[in-house]
């Protein structure tokens, strides 16, 4: 069963806002992971923040991680209208390699 | 980042006929590759797990006799469809890991499989 739930699902924005997305979960994990993916296309790996980690960041994304709430955060600041795709998190359980991934955030950045 | 090509990208074909979807690791070894089946707007749903050499496992609900999943080289994993029906119509993503100690997996751009 999936076990990342992203919220929101869907989130509208303009151009140069900052765009927060989370992730919660119910299982212990090894690493947490985020995607994004543009329509009808693969999928673009952005970040990975292990399980005794509990903030990182890249260029303008930035990952919490809140292992007590079992949920984390993607923050995307200064956002561009090239943001606009579906981002999705992606855990590993514990001590296998089992992947799976919530149900995805879309999000528009309006221009 | 490292290379997973998947072919093909798109594919319409008759029910009742099946179709081979190929995932390959271009410049690393995938000691273990996923299948993936996202329909429109919904997230992607783990079908089975191929370990290189070994038989998949296959995610609950999922047919192993009808979603056949061949993984005989550290390069190459392969989706066949067997009999497929219009249901069968989605977005299948394969994604390759190298290693136990790498955890990062890299995906595949993903087939759009049309069943008419």
């Known amino acids: 069963s999936q076990q990342g739930e992203e919220d929101p699902q869907a989130l509208s924005i303009q151009e140069g806002e900052n765009a927060t997305m989370n992730c919660s979960y119910k299982?212990?994990?090894?690493?947490l992971q985020w995607y994004r993916q543009n329509s009808g296309r693969g999928l673009v790996h952005l970040i990975l923040?292990?399980?005794?980690?509990r903030e990182k960041h890249s260029g303008r994304l930035r990952v919490t991680l809140d292992t007590s709430k079992k949920s984390s955060s993607l923050l995307i600041t200064a956002s561009r209208a090239a943001d606009t795709a579906s981002y999705f998190c992606q855990i590993r359980e514990g001590s296998n390699y089992k992947l799976t991934f919530g149900k995805g955030t879309l999000l528009t950045v309006n221009p | 980042g490292a290379v997973v090509s998947q072919h093909p990208s798109r594919v319409i074909c008759k029910s009742g006929t099946s179709v081979k979807i190929e995932c390959r690791s271009l410049d690393f070894q995938a000691t273990t590759m996923f299948w993936y089946r996202q329909f429109p707007k919904q997230s992607l749903m783990l079908m089975a797990t191929s370990n290189e050499g070994s038989k998949a496992t296959y995610e609950q609900g999922v047919e192993k006799d009808k979603f056949l999943i061949n993984h005989a080289s550290l390069t190459l994993s392969t989706l066949t469809v067997t009999s497929a029906h219009p249901e069968d119509s989605s977005f299948y993503i394969c994604?390759?890991?190298?290693?136990?100690?790498?955890?990062?997996?890299?995906f595949g751009q993903g087939t759009r499989l049309t069943v008419v």
């Open positions: 994604s390759a890991r190298g290693g136990p100690g790498n955890t990062e997996a890299f």
């Open positions: 299982t212990s994990i090894n690493n």
């Open positions: 923040i292990r399980s005794n980690e």
